[in-house]
T-cell receptor, first 114, second 112 residues
Framework: NAGVTQTPKFQVLKTGQSMTLQCAQD?????MSWYRQDPGMGLRLIHY???????DQGEVPNGYNVSRSTTEDFPLRLLSAAPSQTSVYFC?????????????FGPGTRLTVL | GQQLNQSPQSMFIQEGEDVSMNCTSS?????WLWYKQDPGEGPVLLIA?????ELTSNGRLTAQFGITRKDSFLNISASIPSDVGIYFC????????????FGTGTRLQVTL
């Protein structure tokens, strides 16, 4: 089992560019989520999904889109990158549809927006 | 939104010392989770608490669900170098089990 995989590991973008952060899990988990981590602020939920075809907003959704066409994949799209989106992004998954089940995190994507 | 405040923000301790940290909220939580993040990695779940007053251990780690349901505590006994990392408390946001709120984290450094 690879668990939760994220690509790329590092990315530098210019302001206004768009890109997609990839996330995949091979554990057949229903729940998947995206967080961003900024110094001193912990992890903040961007979007989450409780199953294929179902997504919802988290705490900081502005500037990001998600879709969940399969159980395995949950990509995060930055529509027009801004310096405020410089952060480390983590994808996570868990069984069931609740956030309080053990979430398994990917290794993260470190994004810098110039 | 809900906020989880953790203290201390950071700790520098010597190997073998015991560690205590806590997490407080302005609102009631029905579940408390403690995650640890090693440098350069994603967080990993250490302990889950589901009932007020509950005390749960995982090896050298012990966590408690506060009676008021607005706080939780994590203790590490006899710290070792691999305890280095950031410790986060977390809980489902009010009104929904689908959104997790994370605390601000306690960064632990262990010196030999």
């Amino acid at each position: 089992n690879a668990g939760v995989t994220q690509t790329p590991k590092f990315q530098v973008l210019k302001t206004g560019q768009s890109m997609t952060l990839q996330c995949a899990q091979d554990m057949n988990h229903e729940y998947m989520s995206w967080y961003r981590q900024d110094p001193g602020m912990g992890l903040r939920l961007i979007h989450y999904s409780v199953g294929a075809g179902i997504t919802d907003q988290g705490e900081v959704p502005n500037g990001y889109n998600v879709s969940r066409s399969t159980t395995e994949d949950f990509p995060l799209r930055l529509l027009s990158a801004a310096p405020s989106q410089t952060s480390v992004y983590f994808c996570a998954s868990s069984w069931g549809q609740s956030s309080y089940n053990e979430q398994f995190f990917g290794p993260g994507t470190r994004l810098t927006v110039l | 939104g809900q906020q989880l405040n953790q203290s201390p923000q950071s700790m520098f301790i010597q190997e073998g010392e015991d560690v205590s940290m806590n997490c407080t909220s302005s609102s009631i939580f029905n579940t408390w989770l403690w995650y640890k993040q090693d440098p350069g990695e994603g967080p990993v779940l250490l302990i889950a608490l589901y009932k007020a007053g509950e005390l749960t251990s995982n090896g050298r780690l012990t966590a408690q669900f506060g009676i008021t349901r607005k706080d939780s505590f994590l203790n590490i006994s006899a710290s070792i170098p691999s305890d280095v990392g950031i410790y986060f408390c977390a809980g489902p946001s009010y009104g929904t089990a689908s959104k997790l709120t994370f605390g601000t984290g306690t960064r632990l450094q262990v010196t030999l």
